[in-house]
């Protein structure tokens, strides 16, 4: 519960709580706050208990902690019915891009030799196209 705070904090809060309730209360206070504490687990497993109890042995497998969202896809994502782990593990980010980037220069590289050596086939996507076409799509008023 109070995995983050560290020693330092820990020290800071015994300090303000001696200075705000004071050395005599202090004692009965902490009583009386784990035993409250102690109440709202019973009052939450008794709770948990009965949900249980009421769903019927369909459900004796089922944990409060999987409706949590992302406790139920990590479940189902390691539940390997779908392949999704085969998919996942075929799919290989850094591969692919590796692949379309040697393409690339390959392209590259054997356009720049094909220009020096003839003009013939080669294309420059810098040029606009010859014969552009000006003309716009018809005017739907319907559509606006």
């Known amino acids: 519960m109070f995995n983050d705070i560290g020693p330092l904090e820990l020290v800071t809060l015994v300090v303000l709580a001696v200075l705000v309730f004071g050395p005599d209360k202090l004692p009965k206070l902490i009583q009386d706050v784990t035993r409250t504490i102690r109440k709202i687990r019973e009052f939450s497993e008794g ?24 406790t139920f896809i990590r479940k189902q994502l390691d ?38 050596g003839s003009s013939g086939g080669s294309i420059d996507m810098t040029k606009k196209p010859e014969n552009p076409r000006d003309e716009r799509p018809p005017f739907d008023a319907d559509a606006t």
Do not use: W, Y
Not at 79 to 103: H, P, W, Y
């Open 47 to 70: 709770a948990k208990q009965d949900i249980r109890q009421e769903l019927g042995p369909e459900f004796k497998d089922f944990e409060f902690e999987d409706l949590n969202p992302k």
């Open 79 to 116: 539940n390997d019915d779908l392949g999704l782990k085969e998919i996942r593990n075929g799919f290989d980010l850094k591969k692919e891009m590796a692949e379309v980037t040697d393409a690339v220069h390959s392209r590259d590289s054997e356009s720049s030799a094909s220009s020096s």
